[in-house]
């Protein structure tokens, strides 16, 4: 245990050493930032549509409120990969390179402590920060519109659970590519994700049941979208009538419940994903 956490600690002070930290903070104060504004904007609108507007079947302050959330539940995953790569992207191949890698992996450290190490540290400080942010930008959707999510917890764990699986693709990436090529490589995932999520949205509008379970497969596949989708099914779950039909269209990706299964997958992909870099780390020659 003294291991890991040395290796922990390293890794937290080399992150600080390069900015990593003080780049998704200034990034985060910016989104938030942004965030308030366009919620406080958008609730007026709606305050404003309810007094003065036709009536509609629809529970607008809901609608607005699972939108603006959703949205926001994006840009924290997306930020929160952007940790994550920015913590994992050269752990193997780019510390090799540097001539750092060598005196960690000897005894008594080792290599699957190391990776191991590498993992707890990411996975800790990604979590924690889009469990935060995500708490931020629900406590402003309320400040704002007088809306919280009918799930809070579920779907901040979820966006944990989803950055800790790009975390663990990441640290795979740096045993077999270059640090540009990783974070290049994890990006596109990350945006094949989205895409799988577009394409169930356009499936359901199509009632195209190859969309759908191509949309499927590949959450499944990259299952931090099913995890995402999942969230964002959580934050509306006691909607009913045409407001929880227009929410389950989601904003990028369509909101959709990731079952029983979707948990125990979560869990052994992650540790499918460690056992194929701690394969592959054994056998390159530092």
Known sequence: MSAVRTIVRYALEESLRRRVFLIVLVLTAAFLALYALGTVQAFQEVREFEHEGPPVPLDETTLAGATLLGLSMFATL?????????????????????????????????????????FLAAAAVCSLYVFGVFGATAAITYWAGDWWPDRFLLPGIELAAAVTIIAALSLLGSVFLSATANGIA???????????GLLGQI???????????ISEIASWVLPFEALYQDGLHAISSESFGLTAEVLTLGPFGGAQAGGTFLWPWAFAYVGLVGAVALAGFVRRDL
């Open 186 to 196: 994890i990006f596109m995932l990350f945006g094949a994700g989205l895409v799988a």
């Open 78 to 118: 997306f930020l929160g990969a952007v940790l994550a790569v920015f913590l994992t992207l050269a752990v193997v191949r780019g510390d090799a390179e540097r001539g750092i890698l060598q005196p960690l992996v000897v005894r008594p450290v080792g290599r699957a402590t190391l990776l191991a190490s590498r």
């Open 203 to 213: 499936g359901e509008a199509l009632r195209s049941e190859t969309l759908t379970e």
